[in-house]
């Protein structure tokens, strides 16, 4: 009897694991037929990228990534950055616009204005080799912003007053429990005003614009593709097709293979994008609108 169930034991053992775990092996079953590549088209590896750039721009780790591993893969012989973005932070848009250089320096890249390009997300665009727009796309708006609210009104109402010990003239600028003193107005359009002149100066240098003439292309304007265009803000109006040939004619492609985005990055993506703008009460942070 003992050697009849040591050989069937492991049997014994197996069955056992199954019903203990039945419903997490159901589970990773389900993920694994959710995520799992569908048909050969799948595993066939690529030699053009798409890198999609949508909604504010929070935090640029997540795009820079894929930036900078399709400008080290060799198979990737060239990327297309679709942008569909109101812009955003000033740090993580110039993030992404020098990891762009970087890409660039090494294979083409064309970046395709799909709905907005706007502020941060046209920064993030402006060393690609060609930029192209969609006939009904906004571009532009090349300005800087930071704004807070005064809160002070609500305060008195609720009988609540700030009480606040700091060192340094400057410290409490951008407070929202009183209005903002003159020389700290001052000072905050100092800070405005160095980054409006990175900004105009960067997207002047990779446009080959004239600097003296950026408030017909910056101070902020709104363009259609076409006015953007007769700025020099964009090479040309197209649509997605029209951005693709472009880039396979730079590339030198003879047969076309596109990436596919993950799933599981569109999910995430979507989950981020619902939750990237978060309220900086005490110092509101610098964006480029």
């Not at 950055?81 to 932070?89: A, F, H, T």
């Not at 209005?179 to 000072?187: I, L, N, S």
């Not at 905050?188 to 900004?199: A, E, R």
């Amino acid at each position: 009897m003992n050697f009849i169930k040591k050989i069937f034991s492991p049997i014994a053992a197996t069955i056992n694991y199954i019903q203990n775990h039945f419903k997490a092996m159901v589970f990773l079953l389900i993920l694994f037929l959710i995520f799992m590549p569908k048909g050969h088209s799948n595993l066939t590896h690529y030699n053009l990228e798409q890198i999609n750039l949508t909604g504010p721009i929070m935090d640029a780790t997540a795009i820079v990534k894929k930036i900078d591993a399709a400008a080290n893969n060799r198979a990737v012989k060239g990327v297309l950055l679709n942008v569909d973005s109101p812009g955003g932070g000033v740090a993580p848009s110039v993030e992404i616009s020098y990891a762009i250089k970087r890409l660039r320096a090494k294979k083409p890249v064309v970046a395709y204005a799909k709905g907005t390009m706007a502020s941060g997300s046209y920064y993030s665009s402006i060393w690609a080799d060609k930029i192209i727009a969609n006939p009904g796309s906004m571009v532009g708006s090349i300005g800087v912003i930071m704004e807070g609210a005064n809160i002070s009104g609500l305060m008195q109402k609720l009988g609540v007053t700030a009480q606040v010990v700091n060192a340094g003239k400057y410290k409490q600028i951008g407070t929202p429990t009183r209005a903002w003193k003159p020389y700290e107005v001052k000072e905050l359009n100092k800070v405005i005003q160095g980054t409006y002149d990175m900004f105009t100066s960067d997207v002047a240098k990779a446009r080959k614009l004239n600097i003296k003439q950026r408030d017909m292309f910056a101070n902020a304007h709104i363009f259609t593709a076409a006015q953007a265009k007769a700025v020099g803000l964009v090479d040309s109006v197209g649509v997605s097709y029209d951005a693709k040939k472009e880039l396979i004619a730079l590339a030198g492609v003879k047969h076309p293979v596109w990436n596919k985005e993950n799933r599981f990055d569109k999910l995430i993506k979507k989950l981020a994008a619902s939750t990237a703008v978060v309220l900086q009460t005490y110092f509101p942070p610098l964006i480029l609108k």
